[in-house]
């Protein structure tokens, strides 16, 4: 088993910027994904890394955010940059082993 805690939201104006964390025990998995949920939407993939570093994106957030990871920490993280309005959601980090693993989210709001 894995848990999974998120830190690092809050309020922050259109424009700003945010750092997220996600701190894994007792480690980090091999892929670790960052989702984010809006109000009355669905959970929407943002960005995954594997544990050599390796990333892909979502369209939305590609060029604004960047995930990266501290396995020695069994840390990963969201660099999120440029943030608009339409980033206010709750973010959750999961990881991949057998079964899946979620946190339980961290706040994010973008005031306009």
């Known amino acids: 088993q894995v848990q999974l805690v998120e830190s690092g939201g809050g309020l922050v104006q259109a424009g700003g910027s945010l750092r997220l964390s996600c701190t894994a025990s007792?480690?980090?998995?091999?892929?670790m994904d960052w989702y984010r949920q809006a109000p009355g939407k669905q959970r929407e993939f943002l960005a995954r890394i594997s544990r050599t570093a390796t990333t892909n994106y979502a369209d939305s957030v590609k060029g604004r955010f960047t995930i990266s990871r501290n396995n020695a920490k069994n840390t990963i993280y969201l660099q999120m940059d440029s943030l608009k309005p339409e980033d206010t959601a709750v973010y959750y980090c999961r990881a991949i082993l057998a079964s899946e693993y979620w946190g339980q989210g961290t706040q994010v709001t973008v005031s306009s």
């Open positions: 007792p480690s980090l998995s091999a892929i």
